[in-house]
């Protein structure tokens, strides 16, 4: 017990030395307590109650939802929180305060513009209560709802059909060049003229003549002052013409460094709309004759044996006087090119007649151009995953009717329907969540796109852009479909995408974007295959021609018109 007394003693004595205060002790200093450093930032956001911070379709009056960490000093929300739309224009913006002035409810005191990108951001000018900035600056964005008001006077169906004919021929009559009467390029293009663009300016001029837009006599006179344009100044290169020439000049406008001779596929194009035109002019008079005997030596001049490059069984795409063979690119199924095939077999100067082996090897790769997959429910006779884009189906077909044709690779009704369906479907699944597609607002093909030039086509090449060209022209395929997408086209979006040479050439809904352009590939097929659907004008003409009979039995096509 004595033991255990004495360690309790000892153990306190060291634990508390003293209770006595020595008159001369120093007391301790208070220990300093840090401030409390409050973490002021954004803790949720809302706009119409959905939490994205990327969002589509929103409504013209929108109401913003922002949560804090902590309160918000009320003079700071102005100049804190900024709502500009894609151009940098400001919009004032009325706010609410709850929840102890900790959620801000922020509103537009007009309302905002349709189909508009608008940008909120969150600035570290917004403090808190206690004068804390923002941790960090926030920024997200919306994009409004579009309009759906009519932008112009409800007509009927043919009188639509009439107008667009009508407005986007003008790009060819009224714009074309004045001296060579060729299709510029694009409406920004000056002087440069495009070959396969006009091969489409010329089947729009028969077109426009067939609708009464101008006078036989005038349409051909246009058609002249190109042969005789196309005859006397431009440079021909085993017969082919240059993709680009100044259509001041003739010269060939090299279409890039490498590409500075004789284009096939461009000239056949060309020759797609001089043929058409040789046999609408079937006039005995001394003017349509001449006509069509320039065209016929064109058409027999174009050497399509030298461009097998040492008689392979494949068609090549260029030649250039300097750099002969060096872009070295064969034409081959399955895409815009079927029509250079069958013009090379059933030219009309026997030397220059390519035979069916270079069609089998060289366009159908020995049947290695079939696809036979089902997209959407849709079998695809030939061609890439999906289809491709869709000119594949309207260049080589404004004057070869696929209706009732088939060969031992495709039936090409079936190909050229099917190809427009699986585009159609496609934008209506609508796979990568672009705003705007629909069953109305669809059709996927190359065209211009925000900062350049895409061959957009379903899947991995589609940017969310639509071109107006790949519906409507698609009109032959799927009428209904296209028709409601022309009019949803003109009546929703018109204000936006049409122009004094009918439709832009492209528009992007999922972050606003309305091409200015218009393109000679991309206006000519409209005009031609809306006609086609109508009338069947265009084909029945490039059909009759002998020549082409002849040739695509000779490449063992099958059609009630061959």
């Known amino acids: 017990m004595i033991k255990t007394y004495f360690l309790y003693a000892l153990l306190f004595a060291v634990a508390f030395p003293s209770c006595k205060k020595s008159s001369d002790s120093t007391p301790m200093p208070p220990v300093p307590v840090p401030p409390v450093v409050q973490i002021f930032q954004l803790s949720s956001y809302s706009l119409n109650g959905n939490s994205n911070y990327s969002q589509n379709g929103a409504a013209l009056s929108p109401a913003i939802r922002l949560s804090f960490s902590g309160k918000v000093s009320t003079a700071t929300v102005s100049t804190g929180i900024i709502l500009r739309n894609a151009n940098g224009t400001q919009t004032a913006l009325n706010a609410q305060f709850q929840n102890g002035d900790s959620v801000v409810t922020l509103t537009s005191g007009i309302a905002l513009q349709p189909l508009t990108k608008y940008i909120l951001t969150l600035s570290n000018s917004l403090k808190s209560s206690l004068n804390t900035p923002l941790s960090s600056t926030v920024t997200t964005s919306f994009i409004t709802v579009m309009d759906s008001s009519d932008k112009f006077p409800v007509i009927s169906d043919n009188a639509l059909l009439d107008k667009v004919q009508q407005t986007t021929f003008k790009y060819f009559w009224d714009f074309g060049h004045p001296v060579s009467g060729m299709a510029r390029e694009r409406n920004s293009s000056g002087d440069v003229v495009t070959t396969g663009g006009t091969g489409f300016g010329i089947m729009s001029i028969i077109t426009a003549v067939s609708r009464g837009f101008i006078s036989r006599l005038e349409g051909r006179d246009r058609v002249l002052k190109i042969t005789n344009f196309l005859t006397n100044n431009c440079t021909r290169y085993h017969g082919a013409f240059a993709h680009w020439v100044n259509g001041a000049s003739g010269a060939t406008i090299p279409f890039s460094v490498n590409d500075n001779g004789g284009d096939l596929v461009e000239t056949s194009l060309l020759l797609e709309g001089l043929i058409t035109a040789r046999q609408y002019y079937s006039n005995s008079d001394a003017e349509e004759t001449d006509l069509r005997a320039k065209i016929n030596a064109i058409w027999s001049g174009v050497e399509w044996n030298w461009y097998r490059q040492g008689n392979q ?116 699944a609508n796979p990568k969540q672009w705003y705007g597609y629909s069953n109305l607002c669809w059709g996927i093909t190359a065209s211009d796109v925000p900062g350049g030039y895409n061959a957009n086509a379903p899947g991995n090449n589609d940017l969310g852009v639509i071109t107006p060209t790949a519906a409507i022209s698609s009109m032959p395929y799927t009428p209904t479909e296209s028709m409601q997408a022309l009019k949803f086209f003109y009546y929703k979006l018109g204000d936006k995408i049409w122009g004094e040479y009918g439709f832009y050439d492209a528009f992007k809904l999922n972050d606003p974007w309305f091409a200015t352009s218009t393109l000679a590939i991309d206006q000519g097929p409209i005009i031609v295959m809306i006609e086609n659907h109508r009338s069947g004008l265009l084909w029945n003409l490039f059909t009759s021609a002998p020549e082409i009979k002849t040739g695509m039995t000779s490449l063992g096509f099958t059609a009630p018109y061959l």
């Not at 997959?373 to 077909?397: A, K, R, T």
Request: aromatic letters at 16%.
């Open 313 to 428: 069984n494949v068609l090549y795409w260029h030649w250039s006087p300097d750099k002969a063979w060096i872009i070295n690119q064969q034409i081959s199924g399955w895409n815009e090119a079927l029509i250079v095939y069958a013009l090379a077999a059933s030219s009309p100067t026997a030397a220059n007649r390519i035979p069916k082996i270079v069609y089998d090897n060289g366009w159908s790769r020995n049947g290695n151009m079939r696809n036979n997959g089902i997209f959407y429910g849709y079998q695809l006779p030939l061609g890439p995953e999906l289809g491709g884009p869709l000119f594949f189906e309207h260049y080589s077909f404004l004057g070869i009717n696929p209706n009732g044709l088939s060969d031992v690779y495709a039936n090409y009704q079936t190909q050229t329907t099917n190809h427009t369906k699986i585009n159609y479907e496609y934008c209506k």
